[in-house]
């Protein structure tokens, strides 16, 4: 699918039935807009402490639209083969009978417990490079994997997969227009230049390692 304009991309998430949406109001908007009511698919929370039933889940149970949200225990780190992994979530699976499995990247094990258990599963890979794409998995019918870099989408796409999909990373921008600044925060802030974000702080941490 060819990269289009921002308002082209809300209007083509409009004639769609079904939608699995980040934390943003661009692409809550485009499914509560929607021509054609059906599932969507949400995170479980819209900021840090913040549940998302409070912020979405509201808007859009309107008619036609059915939300249930089931949380389910995840190690992050789980093997692409861990068969122990794999057995217990199909039974889980079973139990629940989820319409839809959502999880944020991509994970092989997640993936082919849902093929095996016929479940529709949708990853929001929001990582780069993200090195578990590179699996035989991928192809699995029941995936819908959703990439926010158009180059790895095209690299994939380019090669026959239809199980990715091209989809936008978004921000909350009514949050941050609501964000009040004082004139003094403006004096002590203000740059022209600015460098936003932090390095990993986890057990791997990367910023440790490279100290000389």
């Excluded at 939608?19 to 969507?40: C, E, R």
């Amino acid at each position: 699918m060819p990269l289009g304009k921002d308002y082209e991309d809300l209007y083509l998430m409009t004639l769609t039935e079904h939608h699995v949406i980040a934390n943003s109001t661009y692409s809550l908007w485009g499914a509560y807009l929607t021509k054609k009511p059906g599932i969507t698919i949400a995170p479980s929370y819209w900021y840090k402490d913040t549940p998302a039933k409070d912020l979405y889940i509201n808007n859009l149970n309107k008619d036609g639209h059915d939300i249930e949200l089931i949380m389910h225990p995840f190690d992050n780190h789980i093997e692409n083969d861990d068969n122990e992994f794999i057995e217990s979530f199909k039974t889980d699976l079973q139990n629940d009978a989820p319409d839809l499995v959502m999880s944020f990247n991509y994970h092989p094990a997640v993936s082919k417990a849902c093929n095996e258990s016929g479940i529709k599963y949708a990853a929001w890979v929001y990582d780069n490079p993200a090195s578990r794409l590179f699996s035989y998995t991928l192809v699995n019918p029941c995936n819908y994997v959703f990439l926010f870099d158009s180059q790895v989408f095209e690299m994939f796409a380019s090669q026959g997969i239809k199980t990715v999909y091209y989809l936008p990373l978004a921000s909350a921008v009514s949050r941050y227009d609501g964000i009040s600044v004082s004139e003094e925060d403006q004096k002590k802030w203000c740059g022209k230049i600015s460098f936003v974000g932090s390095l990993y702080n986890e057990s791997h941490n990367y910023y440790d390692q490279i100290e000389p």
